[in-house]
């Protein structure tokens, strides 16, 4: 059984920054989501296997950054300049594809969500 667990959420204000953390039980492809209040759940970025090429959502390119460390099967979003916009809960996904792609129904494997809210 594959295995998805966040960590890293938590409370700051804005413009501070947070790094969220997802271990899979294997190599995947990993992507995260959020999902705010009354919203649908919105695609944040994605990593291929060999981490080349981070894909990100408009919103968040050139404050967010997503990395990983194979040896560790784990994938890191450093979150940087947050805005209140930013508060969700982030979900971490992980795929047997190989293409990060920004759909939530290409991943088969998600995590329970970290919360992150940012007050202005």
């Known amino acids: 059984q594959v295995q998805v667990v966040e960590s890293g959420g938590g409370l700051v204000q804005a413009g501070d920054s947070l790094r969220l953390s997802c271990t899979a039980s294997?190599?995947?492809?990993m992507a995260w989501f959020r999902q705010a209040p009354g919203k649908e759940r919105e695609f944040v970025a994605a990593?291929?296997?060999?981490?080349?090429?981070?894909r990100y959502a408009d919103s968040v390119k050139g404050r967010f950054t997503l990395s990983r460390i194979n040896r560790v099967n784990t994938a890191y979003l450093q979150m940087n300049n947050l805005r209140p916009e930013d508060t969700a809960l982030y979900y971490c996904?992980?795929?047997?594809?190989?293409?990060?792609?920004?759909?939530?129904?290409?991943?088969?494997?998600w995590g329970r969500g970290t919360q992150v809210t940012v007050s202005s």
């Open positions: 294997g190599r995947y492809t």
């Open positions: 996904a992980a795929s047997n594809g190989w293409a990060s792609s920004a759909a939530a129904g290409d991943y088969a494997y």
């Open positions: 990593i291929i296997r060999n981490g080349m090429n981070p």
